[in-house]
């Protein structure tokens, strides 16, 4: 019989199924074919089927080319390396059709450690590393060639350690396959697919993930170079934008410097400077004085905080510029002199966004050269004051004296001090201890910056104030001689009086009330406080400028102070006793230390001396009066 064989071919066209191959040879041996002719038919199913298989692998195969060059497109579009990496072990496990993938990276120091992994469980898996030599991923990683096992505890052909075997169980995972990730002759990590059930990976399986990982490597040298190249333009960017800031604080300190030496050279003062840094630095400057007084201020109507005067305190302890942030003082210096302060406010201008909004160095320089020409102004400036201080200082102590030049001498000289003489002006004496030539110093330049005149007489320092009344005249004096006085300070107060144009001796008659209300003041026990004769009641009126406090206690007191600086007694000393005891004769000789019959016996005196009535309430009320005086006056 003539064998058909073409029905082969039409079964491998259409692609049949392996048991539809029987069906030639079945129907070959029910005609009856010979031995010959059966072995010929089985010979070619056998043939037909070895192409089946053939194409069937070639079919396989391109679908896993295909697979793959899809994942090399795929890693090649990505840039992010930990994208790259989960990409690459997703397409492992897909590819493999695996129960799991995982990828790790080899660290010089330590061993790989896991990076990414598709389809793990738990969390000792994810944490393990795997040294050099050990294990299968070890020893791909040592010898750069792929391996695989079946079932991976029980194979002795790896260096197993307990906590790798133990993630390895706790995982379920029985085959194993891994191959190597290289770039070059480097091994940058390991390639993994695994599966819980033991399976065998043949060498197709083997190939296609070493393909896989040679694509993979390169995407993560791509990813790793692309990162790499990011941070370095990141890092050229911030690098760029600190030249630019410092180009900008080298221009702002050139700006700084040429704006100070105008003010310098052209006459200006501290106005111009604090208005000036403000404008460079772009924020509020203020100039304090040591009392926290301000001097000048680019924002006049923001007065100055309770943090900003707490960090000028501490630049002033410290001396030298302190501060954080925003807010930042550097003292005003002259040698080993404080003069003042100068305070930095919040910036106007955004600070870099790198950084953390603390002045730059260029700016601090900035800042404290403004200082040190703010010290070289007020120093100026003390300077004229004291020379125009001691010019004024003379002709105050020549109107105190009484030697008043004639009106139109008077009048040039005001003229060429830039003062008023015919408006009123209110008279101070003030008490202040402590270095008479700093007190002096203090005095006159708290002077000249009220328009008013200062002299030192008699250890007591006098000012007069223009257009001022004597309360608020005793106060400024209060306010500007303390920082310099070694104690309280103590001011007697008096006006305002005529000035010297208009009454030669009306500046004399107001000296002398405020002497006396100074003296008054350390009397009563009124240290540290303005004392005016209107603080004194019955008292100040006499001690005013139309009163004659001495004629008053001449007249109600006149013969019993005779008797005593006649005789050396003490009547007026019992006197004054006697009516601080109310008048009870056993507490005044307790007081005087004498017996109640020497009391009386002074008393009589005094009786003989000022007449019957001196104890009568109105006459009594006058001689307490006189007693007062007395003590004030002597």
Same mark, same amino acid.
């Given at each position: ?20 191959? #029987?069906g ?25 089927l ?17 697979a ?15 994208a790259?990496?989960? $990409?690459?072990?997703?397409?492992? %496990?897909q590819?493999?059709?695996t ?18 992994? #598709?389809?793990?469980?738990?969390? =000792?898996?994810?944490s ?8 299968l ?5 040592q ?12 194979d002795?052909r ?26 070059? !002759? ?5 390639l ?13 399986? /083997? ?7 040679a694509?993979a ?11 790499e190249?990011?941070?370095?333009? =990141? ?29 310098v ?7 111009d ?27 006049p109507?923001?007065?100055? /905080?309770? *943090? ?19 807010? *930042?003082? !550097? ?6 002199? &404080? ?8 910036? #106007?201008?955004?600070?870099d966004?790198d950084?953390?909004g ?10 404290e ?42 009048r040039?000289?005001g ?9 009123? *002006? ?10 008479? =030539?700093?007190?002096? @110093?203090?005095? !006159?330049?708290? $002077? $000249? ?10 250890? &007591? ?6 257009d ?9 004096a209060?306010?500007g ?11 007697g ?11 030669p ?6 000296y002398? #009330?405020?002497?006396r ?11 540290? @406080?303005v ?17 004659d406090?001495?004629?008053?206690? !001449? /007249?109600?007191l ?7 600086k006649? %005789?050396?007694? %003490?009547?007026?000393?019992?006197l ?18 004498v ?5 009386t ?10 007449? %019957? ?6 006459? &009594?009320?006058e001689? &307490? ?5 007395h003590?004030?006056?002597?």
């Open positions: 019989m003539t064998v058909d064989l073409v029905a082969f071919l039409e079964l491998l066209a259409g692609d049949a199924d392996e048991a539809d191959f #029987e030639p040879s079945e129907a070959a041996r029910a005609a009856g074919a010979t031995e010959e002719e059966q072995e010929r038919v089985d010979h070619a199913k056998r043939l037909a070895q192409v089946r298989d053939t194409l069937a692998a070639r079919r396989r195969r391109e679908g896993e080319l295909g793959l060059f899809e994942s090399a497109n795929d890693l090649a579009m990505l840039t992010n390396l930990e790259v990496l989960q $990409a690459i072990v997703t397409r492992a %496990k590819l493999l059709n129960d799991v993938a995982y990828l790790t990276l080899n660290d010089e120091r330590r061993g790989e450690y896991m990076r990414v992994t #598709e389809g793990i469980r738990t969390a =000792a898996f994810r393990t590393r795997i040294p050099y030599g050990i294990g991923g070890g020893l791909v990683a010898t750069m060639k792929p391996y695989s096992t079946a079932d991976y505890i029980p002795e790896f260096r197993h350690a307990p906590d790798i075997d133990g993630a390895v169980s706790g995982e379920g995972i029985r085959a194993i396959i891994g191959v190597p990730l290289l770039l070059g !002759t480097q091994v940058i990590g390991v993994f697919a695994a599966n819980r059930t033991v399976r065998p990976f043949g060498d197709e399986a /083997s190939a296609l993930l070493v393909s896989l990982a694509h490597a390169i995407a993560v040298d791509k990813a790793r170079l692309l990162e190249t990011r941070a370095a333009v =990141a890092e050229l960017e911030v690098t760029a934008r600190k030249l630019q800031a410092r180009n900008e604080a080298v221009e702002r300190a050139a700006d700084a410097h040429d704006r100070l030496t105008r003010i050279v052209g006459g200006g003062g501290v106005d400077v604090v208005r000036s840094v403000a404008e460079v630095l772009g924020a509020r400057v203020v100039v304090q004085d040591l009392s926290g007084e301000t001097i000048a201020s680019s924002a109507d923001e007065p100055v /905080s309770d *943090y900003e005067a707490a960090v000028t305190r501490r630049s002033l302890d410290l001396s030298r510029t302190a501060g954080s942030g925003d807010i *930042y003082a !550097t003292p005003v210096l002259a040698g080993a002199e &404080q003069l003042g302060s100068m305070l930095l406010g919040p910036r #106007e201008v955004e600070s966004e950084g953390d603390d002045l730059e160095d260029g700016d601090q320089r900035i800042l050269r403004a200082a040190l020409v703010t010290a070289l102004l007020l120093l100026f400036r003390r300077s004229v004051a004291e020379a125009e201080g001691r010019v004024r200082g003379e002709l105050l102590d020549e109107l105190l004296s009484g030697t008043t030049p004639d009106p139109e001498t008077l040039e000289r003229r060429l001090l830039q003062a008023d003489l015919s408006r009123s *002006y209110a008279v101070v004496v003030a008490d202040v201890p402590g270095d008479r =030539a700093r007190v002096g @110093q203090a005095a !006159t330049f708290l $002077a $000249a910056t009220h328009d008013g005149f200062a002299a030192v007489r008699q250890g &007591q320092v006098v000012l007069i104030f223009p001022c009344d004597a309360r608020a005249a005793g106060d400024l209060i306010d001689l303390r920082l310099s006085a070694a104690a309280a300070v103590t001011v107060a008096a006006g305002p009086v005529p000035g010297p144009l208009s009454s001796d009306a500046v004399v008659r107001g002398d #009330e405020a002497r209300c100074l003296a008054a003041a350390m009397t009563l026990g009124r240290e540290g @406080q004392v005016t004769a209107d603080d004194l009641g019955f008292v100040g009126l006499l001690l005013g400028t139309d009163g406090p001495g004629a008053y206690v !001449t /007249s109600r006149g013969p019993v102070v005779d008797y005593d006649e %005789k050396g007694s %003490k009547l007026v000393e019992t004054r006793t006697y009516f601080a005891a109310d008048r009870n004769l056993t507490r005044t000789a307790a007081s005087l230390h017996h109640v019959n020497t009391v016996q002074r008393l009589e005196r005094v009786t003989r001396l000022l007449g %019957k009535g001196w104890q009568e309430p109105e006459r &009594q009320l001689v &307490q009066l006189a007693l007062r005086l003590q004030l006056v002597a």
